[in-house]
């Protein structure tokens, strides 16, 4: 026995969104082909025609897995984001710890490089 449902998709036929009734946010009707759906791998589950043109949705665990590894991706970025923005913020409050004004060191630092005859507007190795 198949089940129908109501789905909403990409162009790629990935499935968006899936009811048990027509809405305007799902008004494709489709074919479920498993015997379940799990809501929670919404991401898995893609959308194809059959050769008379009915909608079927069935999951793709290829896709799904795709995903999770694209999500797990971005989440080991965004912690390393944030690794490197707590690494930035601890060198700046030893900085501000040691009341070491970094514009007055930049000056002295061009001051003395005026003093010894280095140019320091031209680029270190050029």
Not at 30 to 53: M, P, Q, R, W
Request: aromatic residues 8%; charged residues 30%; without cysteine.
């Amino acid at each position: 026995m198949s089940t129908t449902i109501y789905i909403n998709k990409d162009d790629t036929g990935h499935v968006q969104a899936v009811s048990t009734t027509y809405t305007s946010a799902t008004n494709n009707e489709a074919v479920l082909d498993d015997s379940t759906f799990s809501f929670d791998k919404l991401e898995g589950y893609k959308a194809s025609y059959d050769t008379e043109g009915k909608l079927h949705v069935a999951f793709n665990q290829t896709q799904y897995d795709a995903y999770t590894k694209a999500q797990a991706e971005a989440e080991a970025k965004a912690k390393e984001e944030e690794k490197k923005q707590d690494k930035q913020d601890e060198i700046l409050n030893q900085i501000m710890a040691l009341n070491i004004d970094i514009g007055q060191m930049k000056a002295d630092i061009d001051f003395l490089k005026a003093m010894s005859g280095v140019d320091s507007t031209t680029k270190e190795g050029a």
